[in-house]
Nanobody, 124 residues
Framework: QVQLVESGGGLVQAGNSLRLSCAPSGRTFSLYTMGWFRQAPGKEREFVAAISITGGRTYYSDVVKGRFTISRENGKNTVYLQMNRLNSADTAVYSC?????????????????WGQGTQVTVSS
């Protein structure tokens, strides 16, 4: 069982940046493919970014590509989502997810473990 805890959310003005962190429990973090998803009010959860076990492969949704960066530090058991040039459409609850599958999935059913999420609110 993996428990995921996100942090770093908050209120930010449009155009500014935030960095989210996700710290899974356990000593086998380096064996998990990690992803970030988000859900805005009244909308379905959507894929944001994902990263392979070694960090060598990353994937982004078209909406965030070029603005967001996913990374991981296996030695610190942490995965990050650096979000730049935020706009009001980025307002959502952001959740990290994990799976032991090597394939880097972009659908929420590709992941087995989920955090509670952290709120990101972008004011215009």
């Amino acid at each position: 069982q993996v428990q995921l805890v996100e942090s770093g959310g908050g209120l930010v003005q449009a155009g500014n940046s935030l960095r989210l962190s996700c710290a899974p429990s356990g000593r086998t973090f380096s064996l998990y493919t990690m992803g970030w998803f988000r859900q805005a009010p009244g909308k379905e959860r959507e894929f944001v970014a994902a990263i392979s076990i070694t960090g060598g492969r990353t994937y982004y949704s078209d909406v965030v590509k070029g603005r967001f960066t996913i990374s991981r530090e296996n030695g610190k058991n942490t995965v990050y989502l650096q979000m730049n040039r935020l706009n009001s459409a980025d307002t959502a609850v952001y959740s990290c997810a994990a799976t032991k599958e090597l394939r880097v999935g972009t659908r929420d059913d590709d992941y087995d473990y989920w955090g509670q999420g952290t709120q990101v609110t972008v004011s215009s």
